[in-house]
């Protein structure tokens, strides 16, 4: 019993003696029972726990990677429905073009086999007589005359050609004028800047577009750069841009459109049209209602006077 300590404890009962060697033994069984119990629970429940974990892992990159190929299909079909819209734009664009042309042929045809009726064409002496400088100088500022271009050297005329790039004929809605790289181009006329497309982007490329009065609009292409936005109120020669090489260009110059009621004219007469000639544009363009024309400017004149 060396080293023991004993208790003994006497009460009306009796005596009863306790061994705390014993007891410290039985409770330390008990304590490393109860770890082992704990540490196994622990170990199943962690186990569980990483088995579970690794399930919503593998759930997770499976859920991602059927996400990426819907995405992947998705960005496949996008790809083709816009390949597709820009092959019936273009196609769109081709037919409106040749509907044009079309009608801009179709009107000379008719001229020339007497089907128009030319009364409504014609502007009488006596209107062309009665026009006051005033008004001459109102219609050179409210309609493109003159060049576009300091110096005017015709290049590709306005009709059917063969095209310079694709080597098929087709209709030239407007004049090429010869011009090197960064040529300044100026507004043939007071207007409102009504499309701007300063990136090389289609068959024009940088492009400006300017409605005037009297349903009057001109187009500036192949430009290198655009110096106007969309709605920009701008001046008879006032610098809108330089010339360039860009769209479907083989070298640089200026393409320039004339336009009149959405009908597309030859803008050919209208560069020479000066007022030492003033009378010339009202013969050699015919497809303008010159008479009615004239008449609401000389009355909006008058109101203006009074």
């Known amino acids: 019993m060396k080293n023991r300590l004993i208790i003994t404890v006497s009460d009306v009962h009796g005596t009863k003696a306790y061994n705390i060697h ?61 390949a597709q819209n820009q092959f019936y734009s273009m196609q769109i664009k081709g037919k409106v073009e040749d509907i044009e042309a ?44 003159g060049a576009p271009l300091k110096e005017t050297r015709v290049t590709s005329n306005y009709g059917y050609r063969i095209h310079p790039v694709t080597h098929k004929k087709k209709f030239h809605r407007g004049i090429d004028l010869k011009a090197g790289w960064n040529t300044p181009v100026y507004a043939t006329a007071d207007g409102v800047v009504t499309y701007v497309q ?10 400006i577009k300017v409605q005037h009065n009297f349903g009057f609009e001109t187009t500036y ?3 290198n750069k655009t110096k106007v936005n969309a709605g920009d109120i701008i001046k008879k020669n006032q610098e809108i841009g330089l010339s360039g090489s860009s769209g479907r260009s083989t070298a640089p110059h200026l393409h320039y459109e004339l336009k009149y009621g959405g009908r597309i004219l030859n803008p050919k007469s209208f560069i020479k049209w000066q007022m030492d000639n003033f009378n010339d544009i009202f013969k050699k363009e015919r497809r303008v209602k010159w008479e009615s024309l004239v008449n609401l400017i000389r009355e909006q004149s008058k109101m203006v006077q009074q």
């Open 22 to 82: 014993q007891i410290v033994r039985k409770l330390s069984i008990i304590i490393i029972i109860a770890v082992i119990v704990i540490l196994g629970v622990s170990f199943l429940f962690i186990n569980n726990l990483s088995d579970e974990i690794e399930t919503i892992k593998i759930e997770k990159q499976r859920e991602i990677k059927e996400k990426e190929n819907e995405i992947k299909v998705l960005t496949e079909k996008e790809k083709k429905l816009q």
């Open 102 to 145: 079309l009608s801009s042929k179709l009107d000379e045809i008719e001229e020339m086999i007497g089907l128009k009726v030319k009364k409504e064409k014609e502007v009488s002496k006596e209107i062309l007589e009665s026009i006051s400088q005033r008004n001459k100088m109102l219609m050179f500022i409210s309609i493109p005359n």
């Open 198 to 207: 300063s990136k090389n982007i289609g068959d024009f490329g940088r492009v």
């Open 221 to 223: 292409a192949h430009l």
